[in-house]
């Protein structure tokens, strides 16, 4: 009976963790070899544990990340140019609590987007709340939020996450407005949060691309400088993925 009521209570406080714990302590009967403290620490243990994973979930859903990604994942092998040891150093989110950036480059298919989601959910797992654009939907949602007045919460919103992934990165010559709309998400976050930058497109040809030296001299001033740069090489990885076997 007082084990009922201790379980409806842990229901009423949402202490899921502790009553999935006291569940499968009261299924074993070595448990009453522990002492109370013991069983105590077992059952808080479970709960942080429980509230740390629903907190992962939660940031993980709000990334919306494009690859479900995991550093252990990726193929060193291959040649595209990846030092191992200094992507599982960036796996450890020293450069997120720098304030650092990380600028992805290398032709389409070679595993850019992938690397950024990996780095990108091994900080949500470290804590850090993360979300992926795609840099054209992105200025799309921009340019609609315009109209509906939403614009500054939009851009707060994803100015204030830790880290952020700019995919598709210099597809097309920016439009004006594109233009200082990005210098506005980039200043935002200057020396305050991450970026993680994916593009085909070579730094030196950055300033084609945003189409204004002014600005361009701005947006490189804070993303380049202090950023970890990694240049992928080598063919698409999807031709390796998707291929087909040939019959004999």
């Not at 919306?64 to 040891?85: C, H, P």
């Not at 598709?168 to 935002?188: C, M, N, T, Y």
Request: charged share 30%; aromatic share 6%.
């Amino acid at each position: 009976m007082l084990v009922n009521q201790t379980r409806e209570k842990l229901e009423q406080l949402k202490f899921k963790g502790m009553l999935q714990a006291l569940d499968e302590q009261m299924s074993f009967p070595e448990v009453k070899d522990l002492t109370f403290e013991q069983r105590l620490g077992l059952l808080i243990d479970r709960e942080i544990i429980e509230r740390q994973n629903r907190r992962l979930i939660r940031r993980l859903r709000q990334a919306k990340l494009r690859e479900n990604a995991v550093i252990e994942d990726i193929d060193f092998q291959s040649s595209r140019g990846l030092d191992k040891a200094v992507i599982l150093s960036l796996a450890q989110c020293e450069w997120i609590k720098r304030n650092q950036n990380i600028i992805i480059t290398g032709p389409t298919g070679v595993g850019k987007t992938y690397l950024a989601c990996a780095l990108a959910q091994k900080a949500c797992q470290q804590g850090y709340t993360a979300i992926y654009h795609r840099l054209p939907r992105l200025f799309e949602q921009l340019a609609m939020a315009k109209g509906d007045g939403l614009y500054a919460k939009l851009l707060d919103k994803t100015a204030k996450s830790d880290v952020i992934i700019l995919d598709d990165w210099g597809l097309s010559v920016l439009k004006e407005s594109q233009r200082k709309d990005l210098l506005e998400l980039i200043e935002d976050r200057y020396s305050l949060r991450s970026t993680i930058i994916a593009t085909q497109l070579p730094i030196t040809k950055w300033h084609e691309v945003i189409n204004d030296q002014t600005i361009a001299d701005a947006i490189l001033d804070r993303l380049v400088h202090n950023a970890h740069k990694i240049n992928m090489k080598g063919g698409s990885m999807r031709k390796k993925i998707n291929k087909v076997p040939t019959s004999c």
